[in-house]
């Protein structure tokens, strides 16, 4: 039998999934999986304009499923393991 999970968590979830769907921030997410990136490196391998990236890493940031730390002029970003992994646990349980 599945695992059942509060109404609140499943919510937060569904959030989470709704802008991880978006097909560039799933490459973005999928492009921090080795290492922390810059905001330069990541608009350079996706090949779409510095302003278009930033918005969907704020999107990313504001959910939480990636993380960002400032150094001098650079904004770094990597994903965020422990919310990256509590939704796979959660698709996992319901599947």
């Known amino acids: 039998m599945a695992k059942l999970h509060k109404i609140n968590t499943v919510a937060a979830a569904a959030r989470t999934l ?44 504001d959910s939480g499923l990636v993380n960002k ?10 994903q965020n393991k422990k919310v990256l992994d509590g939704v796979d646990r959660l698709i996992t349980d319901i599947s």
């Open 69 to 78: 730390r400032r150094e001098k002029n650079f904004m770094y970003y990597s």
């Open 18 to 61: 709704r802008t991880l769907a978006h097909p560039v921030r799933m490459k973005v997410v999928e492009f921090l999986a080795d290492k922390e990136q810059n905001v330069g490196t990541i608009q350079k391998h996706l090949k779409i304009e510095q302003a278009v990236t930033s918005q969907h890493l704020k999107k990313l940031s």
